[in-house]
């Protein structure tokens, strides 16, 4: 059962409140799906400024999630701030490897590509891809494991 609470106000260098809703208990994908949410009715309303407040509040509390910065740098990247799109690009690519997202790679490639860098832009495919084949190795590892009730850590037992 979710119980949704409103947290202290965030306030806007324009001052007015901003709130948005929390889902406790919180499951961290649960709850940043609710703010990215909120984003998107923020951006859609063309209230970007409370956008980014949302967003930096965000990856202060979680950076460890990519999308988080993914989708910042997306609204900076529609209110034509590139380099600061960039910046948060990066970030999000410097998440630890369990929780990268492969989308990150692919929306920061077609930015480039946009920006007319091709060249960077297939080297972020490249990475992508190569995110979702390690997000696919260590599911397959996880439920070898599960199946086999072993710690060998995905390696089937030769001895079998």
Known sequence: MYVCTLPPFVFSPYGAHLMFFHILPPNLYQTNSCRLA???SLVAQRRISDA????????QHCPRHAQLWMEWALVEAAAGNAEMARQLFERGAEVPSNY???PLYQAWAAFEAKMGNGDFAAQLIQRAEQVAQDH??????A???A????????????AR
Do not use: C, F, M, P
């Open 38 to 40: 909120y984003v998107s």
């Open 52 to 59: 980014r407040i949302v967003l930096r509040t965000a990856t």
């Open 100 to 102: 990268q997202h492969e």
């Open 136 to 141: 696919t190795a260590r599911r397959l590892a």
């Open 143 to 145: 439920e070898i494991k």
């Open 147 to 158: 199946v086999s009730g072993s710690d060998s850590g995905g390696k089937v037992n030769a």
